[in-house]
């Protein structure tokens, strides 16, 4: 009886391996002829040795040491917590911001309150006002105009007058005034925090002053031996008079 049971468990084990490999499966050792030729000794190693293989595996997988997210742990035996706090007087990498000015545009000033200053945080070079005047002429003229007298195209087309950077109250302001509604934002003016980093904001600053006295520039303040050419002039040049003509006082 005993042999008519191995026998039909082999023909069977066969047959299950040709089925698989017929419909492209790899066949499972277990059911592999060879696997069920072994004698009963070596078929009790490999059956302890892969027994002991999986216990083996799943136990460390399991009890490997780590914490996981929201639950105590027994390793910090003062509080138990599993999620540290930051230590005390540590700052991320990236966000030390020891010079609160270039970071903010304000100070602190004597009566407590915050103030802004008429000056900017590092020298002012061709290079930052040629970058102000790129991040300027993205972000700034579709409200502010070429030239920042508040006439851009969207206000144009319906949206709230934005600021005349050449009427005595923006001229009055002092520069870091610019820089702080640019990282803050004022009544219909969004922030521009996430499309300008701090140095861009205060070279945008710093290409303003340079619109401002552009448009209110005297013969004389021109160092001698440059020839300036006015914005009707470059116009006509370039083949379209009419362009500067909104922007002409």
Known sequence: MRKQLSALSFQHSAFRSRRAAAVGFAPCPILSPSFW?????????????????IAGCRQDMQDQPKIRSQRGSEFFTADHRGARPQAVNTVARGQLHENSYFYTGVVQAANGYREEKDEMPFPVTMDVLKRGQERFNIYCTPCHSRVGNGLGEIVQRGYKPAANYHDQVRLSQP???????????????????????????????AYIRALQLSQAARPEDVPKGVQVKSLKEIAAQSGDPQFAQPWMH
């Open 37 to 53: 030729r072994m004698d009963g000794k070596s078929l009790a190693v490999a059956c302890m040795s892969a027994m002991l293989l």
């Open 175 to 205: 520069i870091s005034h610019y820089f702080y509604v640019m990282t803050n934002g004022y009544n219909a003016m969004p922030d521009y925090s996430a499309q300008l980093a701090p140095e861009d904001r205060w070279a945008v600053a």
